[in-house]
């Protein structure tokens, strides 16, 4: 069976988890409100980190436990969003971030046995490419704003610093997120 692979997660882990996958949400929700220039928001550099929680989660604790850190970091999210942003932009972040996740966890999951940085890598560039499309249509269609522009630019930004978070995804795979290795044959 698949899922003795994978550890249990204790109580504090996943605590920390679902902590750690809402303070990205949140402060990316908050840091998407901030453009750097016409084409990018601060929201692309700080949002690419929870596939870098998903991915860690998924590699050590399997799919299961991932979908529930993000279906709770999902909820979390956007009721702390609700204060820190519009509702549409928090709806839309919500929205976006549910769908891209759990893309990003199917990916993952179907490249894990492959060369390692394949499932975090084209994961992650899946989810992103989603995320930012399906937020900037919900967040800003039919509000005047050049939403367009800002998607070539966050997820050019997004796809780079998933393509730099590798490194810390290969240095924390082997320390925080190696799978169980089973001991019965």
Same mark, same amino acid.
């Given at each position: 069976?698949?899922?003795s692979l994978y550890a249990p997660m204790?109580?504090?882990? $996943? ?20 453009? !750097? ?38 909820? !979390?999210?956007?009721? /702390?969003?609700?204060?820190?942003? $519009? ?17 990003? !966890?199917?990916? /993952? ?19 992103? $490419? ?5 937020f900037f249509g919900l967040a800003f269609?039919? $509000? ?24 810390? /995804? ?10 169980q290795t089973s001991t019965t044959a």
């Amino acid at each position: 069976m698949k899922s003795s692979l994978y550890a249990p997660m204790s109580v504090l882990q $996943t605590l920390v988890a679902i902590l750690a996958m809402a303070v990205v949400v949140v402060g990316s929700n908050i840091l998407v409100q901030y453009p !750097i220039n016409q084409w990018l928001t601060w929201g692309a550099i700080s949002y690419p980190v929870a596939f870098l929680v998903a991915d860690l989660i998924n590699r050590r604790f399997g799919p299961q436990a991932a979908r529930r850190v993000v279906a709770v970091g999902f909820i !979390i999210a956007v009721v /702390f969003s609700f204060w820190v942003a $519009t509702p549409r932009i928090a709806m839309a972040s919500g929205l976006a971030f549910l769908f891209a996740q759990l893309l990003d !966890i199917q990916v /993952f999951d179907r490249l894990r046995n492959q060369a390692w940085w394949r499932a975090p890598f084209i994961g992650g560039a899946a989810g992103a $490419t989603l995320d930012t499309f399906m937020f900037f249509g919900l967040a800003f269609a039919g $509000t005047g704003i050049d939403w367009m522009s800002l998607v070539v630019g966050d997820l050019a930004v997004k796809l780079a610093v998933n393509l730099a978070l590798l490194a810390p /995804f290969r240095a924390l795979m082997w320390n925080l997120a190696r799978p169980q290795t089973s001991t019965t044959a």
